[in-house]
C-alpha cells in the first residue's frame, strides 16, 4: 500500500516561510514527477510546484520567485519551500506523486492527505 506522509504546514505571518515535507512509503517500483497542489477555500485545486525524478521543475506564477521544489530521490520525498508568504498563500496543500508498484505496471496517481497552510495578514 501507497501511503505519502506530509508535514510541515502551520500558522505563519504574511511575509514568513515555511517548508513543507512529503515522503512515499510503500511497496512500489519507480516513482516518476512528484508535486504540490493546494486548495484555498471556495476555490479549484491548483498546481504550486511540480519535479521529477531527474530534477526538472515546474511552478505556477504565484509560485515563482518565492517557492522552491526539490526531491530526494534516496528517501522518495520531496519539499517545498515557502518564502515570502501571503494570506493569498492560505489553502491546504496536497503532495502528489505517480508511481509504479511494477516494472510492467501503469503509472498511478497518489495524492497525501493535506498539510493546512494558514498566513495571517
Known amino acids: 500500500q501507497v501511503q505519502l506522509v506530509e508535514s510541515g504546514g502551520g500558522l505563519v505571518q504574511a511575509g514568513g516561510s515555511l517548508r513543507l515535507s512529503c515522503a512515499a512509503s510503500?511497496?512500489?517500483?519507480?516513482?516518476?514527477?512528484m508535486g504540490w497542489d493546494r486548495q484555498a477555500p471556495g476555490k479549484q485545486r491548483e498546481l504550486v510546484a511540480s519535479?521529477?525524478?531527474?530534477?526538472?521543475?515546474n511552478y505556477a506564477d504565484s509560485a515563482k520567485g518565492r517557492f522552491t521544489i526539490s526531491r530526494d530521490n534516496t528517501k522518495n520525498a520531496i519539499y517545498l519551500q515557502m518564502n515570502n508568504l501571503t494570506a493569498e498563500d492560505t489553502a491546504v496543500y496536497y503532495c502528489?506523486?505517480?508511481?509504479?508498484?511494477?516494472?510492467?505496471?501503469?503509472?498511478?496517481?497518489?495524492w497525501g492527505q493535506g498539510t493546512q497552510v494558514t498566513v495571517s495578514s
Open positions: 502528489n506523486a505517480d508511481i509504479k508498484d511494477g516494472l510492467y505496471a501503469s503509472w498511478q496517481l497518489f
Open positions: 510503500g511497496n512500489f517500483f519507480n516513482i516518476g514527477v
Open positions: 519535479i521529477f525524478s531527474g530534477g526538472t521543475t
